[in-house]
């Protein structure tokens, strides 16, 4: 279409659930199939369908709580106008942002709205499998065992064992 818009759609489960899936069909028939992309779970269930807008600039508008309605008003004020509808937009320092977000640091879902969970080279671009590439080289199940065991990462069964002592078990009957 010719414009400078990256548009990303939640396209998790829990979006899919609450509707996405008609807001990404309606921007593909609106023309903007080639600035379309999907993003996962952005771990804000109560606030789904969410869309996602990069412009040129990089500024990102995250509009939550949709439907067809704010959709097409988005498309035509924002999309097609430049003028984003500030009182859809999620802001993070703003009503329950904090308290959503403040002591949140994601690790494992860092790149959750940031790549397309279905594209491997967004993931691969975004240092995806590096730690796997890192364990592979070194092909030494003690030290993973240390790391892991150094890290506090526990299980999340009722006994809370430390993983790096269920990984340790584990290599040791492999060595019998």
């Known amino acids: 279409m010719g414009n ?11 979006n ?3 509707g996405s899936r008609i807001l990404f069909q309606t921007l593909e028939k609106e ?16 606030a789904e369908p969410q869309i996602q807008i990069t412009d040129s600039r ?6 939550q709580d949709l439907n067809p309605e704010k959709l097409n008003r988005i498309i035509r004020d924002h999309l097609r106008g430049g003028t984003p ?6 802001k993070s320092d703003e009503g329950i942002g904090p308290e959503l977000l403040g002591k949140q640091r994601r690790i494992v ?13 967004e993931y691969l671009a975004a240092d995806g499998y590096k730690a796997l590439e890192s364990v592979l ?10 790391t892991v065991l150094a890290s506090g990462l526990r299980g999340r069964g009722g006994g809370r064992i430390p993983d790096g002592d269920e990984v340790e078990v ?4 492999r060595a019998e």
């Not at 509808?85 to 999620?90: D, T």
């Open 4 to 14: 400078s818009f990256n548009i990303a759609v939640g396209m998790s489960t829990c």
């Open 16 to 18: 899919m659930a609450a």
């Open 31 to 46: 023309g903007f199939g080639d600035d379309l992309s999907i993003m996962g779970c952005l771990g804000m269930c109560h």
């Open 58 to 63: 990089n500024n990102t508008f995250l509009y």
């Open 85 to 90: 509808i500030e009182k859809w937009l999620f």
């Open 109 to 121: 879902l860092g790149n959750c709205g940031r790549i397309n969970p279905e594209n491997i080279d």
């Open 137 to 146: 080289k070194q092909n030494d199940p003690m030290a993973i065992c240390k």
């Open 170 to 173: 584990c290599v040791g009957r």
